[in-house]
């Protein structure tokens, strides 16, 4: 894990299901463990990717780092502060510290709000009134990510996707956030305009000194736009490692995998950490297999690996990997 | 600049322009009573009573030899106010109850659903009228029985909109911003309902209408010689042979107005939401 001293998130055992414990004929009910025991760190002003097939948790695990779902158990810190301590009062004053991006600007925009109402709703949250300031702020911000003054009385179906996202950015990007959780901001947009978003936020967290939290299921964007990288399957972390050292060498069987599956022009020249592509579907959520989740689908199990849940160890600086492999020779 | 184009669709719903136009009758009559009905409502004249229609009584008269036409004239004014009140109450009753139980869910929505489920259960009318006979007889009355009995469907609709409005991302990101949760109802997630209520609040205003009527003409709400369609009904029974025509003339006021209601309720819903149609 990272070596900051004060990284500005930070979770420990952070968990969480979906599903009652019990159906309506009070039989106990199987849920889905959406995030399962998550310990992350994000460093200030770094870009924490998390990658994983849909359906993995990465979404919940955004969710939770800003609570707007709450844990069933674990802690989130933020910037000191133990978030999953906070009561609604207290949590609404600290709020406007971290912001989320969602994926579809098409949906997380008012369709009944101008823009100017948009992007200034955050200002009236945080108890500003004088009109004049918080035109002034909100024509800075939209110029910030690259929209004019003439377009702030327009509603947002008036916009292309692109354009869209950059509003709901400007709406984060109001009341000065430290951290923001971009929860595949770029998955609902062209590829042409992929590409525009990415650097705009890259742009913006190097103006504003801005913390990410990065959810793609996209290698590329990923690797990208993160310092350091965390892979997801079903609801655990696989690997955590800084961006370079993950895609140079991948240890997790998981994660090497993955990067296998990236489709290329090129044909790459094997860099030894190749493993035949991986078939099938993840298993299923409410019943994940026994020890490590991802057993099932492994080229490289053991006998083992069906029974022991192997934790996150060290497998190189600032690289850990939750494998079984790495348990006895921890060293390169 | 943008209504013409908007506007196109409506004239070309004919039942959009029939209740529209209906409606502009009965509201016209409403407004301009006092110039368009030839007498007052009240005003006899006994030599001539139960007469038929006539130049100088365009409906005919009841047996006190009161101008039908006048009367039914100046009930449009008791109808429509009627229908407004009701509407009004039950819109902010059902609305404020739905939007409370979609949005906390659980215990609350549990609380609110059975409340909700129990008055829809009950038929009006009959709950209406155990409400007027406590209360004694008289149009304020009714029209306060009616309203607190017909809000169970605008709390449904309104909770269910509401259940699904508050999923919605901009909702989250509301959420996320700090909002409160009164300001996420009423700024974020009421607004978005605005469609569905027009719609419902326009069908159900001939719903209210009925009901004060029919209770009118069971003698609990106004009382003679108010021009209520209902009461004027009411008169017009003991004559239905000899003279029908007081009978007649109130309920055709009666089933145009409620007949112009729906129309336009049925039109806006599909403008407002062409999804809606079926």
Same mark, same amino acid.
């Given at each position: 894990m990272s070596l900051d001293p004060a990284p500005l998130v930070q979770t420990a055992g952070l968990t969480k299901s979906f599903g009652s414990r019990h159906d309506l004929f009070g039989r106990p009910r199987l849920l889905v *463990?959406? !995030? /399962?025991?998550v310990s992350l760190s994000i460093a200030r002003g770094e870009t924490l990717g998390l990658v994983g097939?849909?359906?993995?948790g990465k979404s919940t695990l955004g969710n939770l780092l800003i609570r707007l779902e709450d844990a069933d158990n674990g802690e989130v810190v933020f910037d000191g502060q133990r978030l999953t301590d906070l009561n609604e009062r207290e949590l609404r004053r600290l709020r406007r510290r971290f912001q989320i991006i969602f994926q579809d600007p098409q949906s997380s925009l /008012?369709? *009944? +709000?101008t823009v100017r109402a948009i992007v200034a709703e955050p200002l009236t949250v945080a108890g500003w009134s004088d009109r004049a300031k918080i035109a002034e702020r909100v024509a800075f911000v939209l110029e910030t990510v690259g929209?004019? *003054?003439?377009? +702030?009385? *327009?509603? @947002?179906?008036?916009?292309s996707g692109g354009q869209r996202q950059r509003i709901a950015i400007a709406r984060a990007l109001t009341i000065n956030p430290?951290?923001? !959780?971009?929860?595949? @901001?770029?998955?609902?947009? /062209?590829v042409s305009v992929q590409a525009q978003v990415l650097n705009l936020l890259k742009e913006l967290q190097e103006r504003f000194s801005l913390t990410y939290l990065f959810i793609s299921h996209n290698m590329a964007v990923i690797r990208y736009m993160s310092d350091r990288i965390a892979v997801m399957y079903l609801g655990r972390t696989l690997e955590v490692a800084p961006s370079a050292s993950l895609f140079a060498a991948p240890r997790h069987p998981y994660t090497r995998t993955l990067l296998q599956?990236? @489709?290329? !022009?090129v044909r790459r020249e094997p860099a030894g950490w190749e493993l035949p592509i991986i078939e099938g579907d993840p298993p299923s959520q409410t019943s994940p297999p026994p020890g490590c989740h991802f057993h099932p689908r492994?080229?490289?199990? +053991? @006998?083992e690996c069906s029974v022991t849940q192997p934790a996150l160890a060290q497998v190189g600086l600032d690289h850990s990997a939750a494998c079984l492999l790495y348990r006895v020779a921890p060293q390169e | 600049m943008k209504l013409p184009a908007q506007l196109r669709p409506v004239l070309r719903n004919p039942q959009f322009v029939a209740g529209v136009i209906l409606l502009l009758v009965v509201l016209f009559s409403a407004l301009g009573a006092d110039m368009i #009905?030839?007498?007052?409502?009240?005003?006899?004249d006994i030599p001539s009573s139960? #007469?038929?229609?006539?130049?100088?009584y365009p409906l005919g008269t009841d047996h006190y030899g009161r101008c039908i036409f006048s009367r039914v004239v100046y009930g449009s004014r008791i109808a429509l106010r009627v229908g407004l009140i009701v509407v009004t109450i039950e819109t902010v009753i059902g609305v404020s109850l739905g939007l409370l139980a979609g949005y906390y869910g659980g215990r609350v929505d549990r609380v609110i659903s059975f409340v909700t489920d129990l008055t829809w259960a009950l038929p009006p009318i009959v709950l209406a009228l155990a409400i007027v006979t406590a209360l004694g007889p008289s149009l304020n009355n009714v029209v306060i029985a009616i309203a607190l009995v017909s809000w169970a469907g605008y709390s449904r609709l309104i909770r269910s909109k509401a259940q699904s409005l508050k999923n919605m991302p901009y909702v989250e990101a509301a959420r996320a911003l700090g909002e409160s949760d009164f300001s996420i109802m009423f700024r974020y997630i009421l607004p978005n309902t605005y469609g569905l209520i027009i719609v419902l609040a326009t069908l159900s205003v001939p719903a209210a209408i009925l009901s004060t009527t029919a209770l009118s003409f069971l003698g609990l709400g106004s009382q003679p010689p108010a021009p209520d369609w209902g009461v004027i009904l009411n008169e017009g029974i003991a004559y239905m042979?000899? #003279?029908p025509w007081i009978s007649i003339f109130p309920g055709l006021a009666l089933v145009c107005t409620a007949l112009g209601f729906n129309l336009l309720g049925e039109g806006l819903r599909d403008l407002l939401d062409p999804r809606m149609k079926v």
């Amino acid at each position: 894990m990272s070596l900051d001293p004060a990284p500005l998130v930070q979770t420990a055992g952070l968990t969480k299901s979906f599903g009652s414990r019990h159906d309506l004929f009070g039989r106990p009910r199987l849920l889905v *463990r959406a !995030v /399962d025991d998550v310990s992350l760190s994000i460093a200030r002003g770094e870009t924490l990717g998390l990658v994983g097939e849909s359906g993995c948790g990465k979404s919940t695990l955004g969710n939770l780092l800003i609570r707007l779902e709450d844990a069933d158990n674990g802690e989130v810190v933020f910037d000191g502060q133990r978030l999953t301590d906070l009561n609604e009062r207290e949590l609404r004053r600290l709020r406007r510290r971290f912001q989320i991006i969602f994926q579809d600007p098409q949906s997380s925009l /008012d369709p *009944r +709000m101008t823009v100017r109402a948009i992007v200034a709703e955050p200002l009236t949250v945080a108890g500003w009134s004088d009109r004049a300031k918080i035109a002034e702020r909100v024509a800075f911000v939209l110029e910030t990510v690259g929209l004019g *003054r003439e377009q +702030m009385s *327009r509603f @947002p179906h008036e916009f292309s996707g692109g354009q869209r996202q950059r509003i709901a950015i400007a709406r984060a990007l109001t009341i000065n956030p430290d951290f923001l !959780v971009l929860d595949e @901001p770029t998955s609902a947009l /062209d590829v042409s305009v992929q590409a525009q978003v990415l650097n705009l936020l890259k742009e913006l967290q190097e103006r504003f000194s801005l913390t990410y939290l990065f959810i793609s299921h996209n290698m590329a964007v990923i690797r990208y736009m993160s310092d350091r990288i965390a892979v997801m399957y079903l609801g655990r972390t696989l690997e955590v490692a800084p961006s370079a050292s993950l895609f140079a060498a991948p240890r997790h069987p998981y994660t090497r995998t993955l990067l296998q599956a990236i @489709p290329s !022009v090129v044909r790459r020249e094997p860099a030894g950490w190749e493993l035949p592509i991986i078939e099938g579907d993840p298993p299923s959520q409410t019943s994940p297999p026994p020890g490590c989740h991802f057993h099932p689908r492994c080229p490289l199990r +053991m @006998p083992e690996c069906s029974v022991t849940q192997p934790a996150l160890a060290q497998v190189g600086l600032d690289h850990s990997a939750a494998c079984l492999l790495y348990r006895v020779a921890p060293q390169e | 600049m943008k209504l013409p184009a908007q506007l196109r669709p409506v004239l070309r719903n004919p039942q959009f322009v029939a209740g529209v136009i209906l409606l502009l009758v009965v509201l016209f009559s409403a407004l301009g009573a006092d110039m368009i #009905a030839p007498k007052s409502f009240e005003e006899m004249d006994i030599p001539s009573s139960l #007469a038929p229609p006539s130049r100088q009584y365009p409906l005919g008269t009841d047996h006190y030899g009161r101008c039908i036409f006048s009367r039914v004239v100046y009930g449009s004014r008791i109808a429509l106010r009627v229908g407004l009140i009701v509407v009004t109450i039950e819109t902010v009753i059902g609305v404020s109850l739905g939007l409370l139980a979609g949005y906390y869910g659980g215990r609350v929505d549990r609380v609110i659903s059975f409340v909700t489920d129990l008055t829809w259960a009950l038929p009006p009318i009959v709950l209406a009228l155990a409400i007027v006979t406590a209360l004694g007889p008289s149009l304020n009355n009714v029209v306060i029985a009616i309203a607190l009995v017909s809000w169970a469907g605008y709390s449904r609709l309104i909770r269910s909109k509401a259940q699904s409005l508050k999923n919605m991302p901009y909702v989250e990101a509301a959420r996320a911003l700090g909002e409160s949760d009164f300001s996420i109802m009423f700024r974020y997630i009421l607004p978005n309902t605005y469609g569905l209520i027009i719609v419902l609040a326009t069908l159900s205003v001939p719903a209210a209408i009925l009901s004060t009527t029919a209770l009118s003409f069971l003698g609990l709400g106004s009382q003679p010689p108010a021009p209520d369609w209902g009461v004027i009904l009411n008169e017009g029974i003991a004559y239905m042979h000899s #003279a029908p025509w007081i009978s007649i003339f109130p309920g055709l006021a009666l089933v145009c107005t409620a007949l112009g209601f729906n129309l336009l309720g049925e039109g806006l819903r599909d403008l407002l939401d062409p999804r809606m149609k079926v």
